[in-house]
């Protein structure tokens, strides 16, 4: 739903997309939509993560339909079901699949591509659960926070080529990611994280909490120390 | 599923409430993301469901006490445009505000819009909605080409006039009861330019208001008139008239479309509260405008959605939630009608904010049990002072059993079954089309037996 949100404004502004997701039904619904709120083109093609060995193939699709690419977003991810994750290192394996080693595999080709042509932007969204380790999330979150800590790596490589890489660390949103869980004061929509990774692609900006406040809450979290920290309850 | 469950701040999930907030009720809410999802009716074999739109209904139509809630409003994309022909397609869960965003920029407008533009198209369809418009254009449903409407048993029924045009009559203000409405395709309207040529005159009494009514709605597409509920004998009825039709052209420079320039003085929120403060703000709202008649030309946010302003408008009456109440009554008795109920609400000093009055005309619309019927509609507010108002409304109520006129559900937390069966004759018609699985607080409220 991030990624949805995100592509109406592109969209919005008259942007041509091409969109990559595993259910060809969700696909067609979000390129219509996407059509009427006025992208000059949308093309659309079908991957599941997973299929490393189809990534290669389905970069160079996009960047031959739209001849070439200015912007990459990578949005997808699951949230693992931690305790099941803790009896079963297969489903620990999967989730680290798809959250970071699928997302590194794409990264790969994606910055080869980008630093040869000398600009570009590629926004990936990563988690504000990868700033610290907790019982309650350490799959998750340690699955991201290896995809914060190579952004990290790539930004550094990157910055020579004019390549602007950007973290994007959404905290609690509403989405069916997160459905059947209790929703209060700290959750945002997907609308409000798109509108801040929109701004932050225009603005070039490298790390970005997504709403703004959670920079804050996980400043405070990170300070915590370990000899206490490990004593908590989060 | 615990997640980040050490540190979760739990506050009351808001969302699942109607606009009067009363009453307030005990259920569950699923989300549905996708037309192609089936709905979970495993998970409530004994439990029933409802459609929820966007909440915009004031009383128990879009609630389900003990039941389950199923979120319409993530089903919110567009599916096609057709900027020459105007025919629109989008899931049932788009706001008519998301429309009007894509569609104004290229010259179509919504053929019928309420009062607020934070209405699902499921939520319009649902409740036959109507606007300034109906006695030129009929009800939202007029202009529904065709819908899908999902059943709890999977099934996926195309509607429309031509097929299931039984399906069709009964969901459209069919309440939500009929299965959920997936997408839905509609005719929009035709304009050059977003902006009104509104005329507001001040006026003396009710005679005046159907007089000018009568008058203008030859040669006007919108109209209505906001009553000051307060005046009395003489004055009973008076009030300013709003009158508009789309501008042909833009008259010198281009207005800058701004919601802040309000021709209502919408401004006094604490005021809504308390019998004097009514009595000041109906007054000054009736005197607000000096000159008997001003003509400017608005762009068409303030002209038809001047409430949208201030957002949550509906919190400024307090915890305890506020009344609408909104009849509808026939011709040969509609001045008499008015006339009384005026001088009921009159009499108690309860007044209401808001007081909306405008002709109905006698477009039928497709649906079986839609709201509007040829003669006039009347609508107001009133803050839930319990007993004292519920008492009000019942001497309301007793008006409009002896004309034979009817009450509005889409706005509606009280009205007895007798008066709601009287005023629906298809209400048992309807229910060989309702889904087995899906019931609503309001509908068990208005068919229990007596
Ligand atoms: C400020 C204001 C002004 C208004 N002015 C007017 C006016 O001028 N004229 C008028 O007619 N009304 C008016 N209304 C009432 C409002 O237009 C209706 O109540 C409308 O139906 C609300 O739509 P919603 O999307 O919020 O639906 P909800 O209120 O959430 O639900 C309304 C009904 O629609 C059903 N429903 C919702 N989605 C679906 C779906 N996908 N499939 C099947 N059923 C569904 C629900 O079950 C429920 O029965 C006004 C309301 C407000 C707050
Ligand atoms: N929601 C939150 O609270 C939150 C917080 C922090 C970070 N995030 C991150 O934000 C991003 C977007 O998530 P969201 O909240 O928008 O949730 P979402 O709507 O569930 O989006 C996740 C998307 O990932 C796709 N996906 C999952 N596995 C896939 C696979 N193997 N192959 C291809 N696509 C796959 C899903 O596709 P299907 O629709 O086909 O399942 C879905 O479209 C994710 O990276 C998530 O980790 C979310």
């Known amino acids: 739903m991030i990624a949805q949100a995100t592509a109406r404004l592109f969209a919005e502004a008259g942007y041509s997309l091409y969109l990559v997701a595993r259910n060809q039904s969700k696909l067609e619904a979000v390129a219509d939509d996407l059509k009427v709120r006025g992208a000059e083109a949308v093309h659309t093609a079908n991957l599941d993560v997973l299929d490393y060995s189809q990534h290669k193939v389905a970069i160079n699709a996009a960047i031959n339909t739209l001849d070439g690419l200015d912007l990459v977003l990578i949005a997808h991810g699951t949230l693992p079901e931690q305790k099941a994750c803790e009896q079963s290192f297969d489903l620990t394996q999967k989730e680290f699949g798809i959250n970071t080693l699928s997302t590194i595999s794409l990264l790969t080709y994606l910055a080869n591509y980008f630093e040869d042509k000398g600009q570009g932007t590629i926004a990936v969204i990563s988690s504000v659960a990868g700033d610290r380790g907790r019982q309650s999330n350490y799959v998750y979150g340690s699955a991201k926070g290896t995809v914060t800590l190579y952004l990290q790596g790539l930004r550094n490589r990157l910055h020579k080529s004019n390549v602007n890489v950007i973290t994007v660390k959404p905290g609690f949103v509403d989405t069916p990611m997160t459905s059947g869980m209790n929703k209060g004061l700290l959750w945002a929509k997907p609308e409000k994280i798109a509108d801040t990774i929109f701004r932050a692609i225009d603005r070039r900006r490298d790390v970005v909490y997504a709403p703004w406040f959670w920079r804050y809450i996980m400043l405070i979290i990170r300070m915590i120390p370990e000899l206490l920290f490990k004593r908590l309850n989060l | ?450």
């Open chain 2, 1 to 450: 599923m615990p997640y980040y469950s050490g540190w979760r701040f739990d506050v009351a999930y808001e969302r699942y409430q109607s606009w009067g907030r009363y009453p307030k009720v005990e259920q569950e809410a699923r989300i549905l993301y996708w037309g192609d999802e089936s709905l979970p009716t495993y998970e409530c074999e004994d439990k029933t469901i409802l459609p929820f739109g966007n909440g915009r209904s004031y009383g128990d139509v879009c609630l389900n006490e003990g039941g389950i809630l199923l979120d319409c409003r993530h089903m919110d994309r567009f599916i096609k445009f057709d900027t020459e022909t105007g025919i629109l397609r989008c899931e049932a869960g788009v706001l008519l505000s998301e429309i009007l965003q894509v569609t104004v920029s290229r010259g179509w407008f919504l053929p019928v819009t309420p009062g607020t533009q934070f209405v699902t198209v499921g939520g319009a369809i649902a409740n036959d909605v109507h606007g300034k418009n109906h006695h030129k254009a009929g009800t939202f449903g007029c202009y529904v080409r065709r819908f899908e409407l999902l059943r709890s048993d999977g099934a996926r029924i195309i509607c429309s006039n031509d097929e299931n045009a039984d399906f069709f009559s009964a969901t459209i203000g069919g309440l939500g009861l009929t299965g959920v409405i997936t997408w839905a395709e509609l005719q929009l309207h035709h304009i050059n330019n977003p902006f009104i040529d509104q005329e507001i005159i001040r006026y003396r009494n009710l005679d005046e208001f159907f007089e000018l009514a009568r008058e203008s709605d030859q040669t006007y597409e919108h109209t209505v008139a906001w009553v000051d509920c307060l005046a009395t004998g003489e004055q009973l009825g008076r009030g300013l008239f709003i009158r508009g039709n789309y501008a042909e052209r833009i008259e010198g420079k281009l207005p800058q479309p701004s919601t802040t320039r309000l021709t209502f003085p919408v401004d006094p929120p604490f005021a809504l509260i308390n019998g004097l403060t009514l009595k000041v703000f109906n007054s000054v709202y009736y005197h607000k405008q000096w000159s008997k008649r001003t003509k400017s030309q608005v762009y068409y946010e303030p002209f038809f959605y001047p409430l949208d302003a201030i957002r949550a408008w509906n919190k400024l009456y307090g915890s305890k939630g506020f009344f609408q109440y909104q009849c509808a009554v026939p011709t040969e008795q509609m001045k008499n009608a008015i006339g009384e109920i005026l001088e009921r609400i009159g009499k108690v000093g309860i007044g209401s904010f808001l007081a909306v009055l405008k002709l109905f005309g006698d477009k039928p619309s497709p649906g079986l049990l839609s709201f509007p019927m040829p003669g006039a509609t009347l609508a107001l507010d009133f803050p839930n002072s319990g007993a004292k108002t519920l008492h009000l409304l019942d001497q309301l109520d007793a008006v409009i059993r002896e004309i034979g006129g009817r009450i509005y559900p889409a706005k509606d937390a009280r009205m007895r079954p007798e008066d709601f069966q009287a005023g629906y004759q298809h209400w048992k018609t309807m229910e060989a089309y309702i889904d087995p699985h899906i019931s609503s607080s309001l509908w068990r409220r208005v068919t229990a037996q007596p």
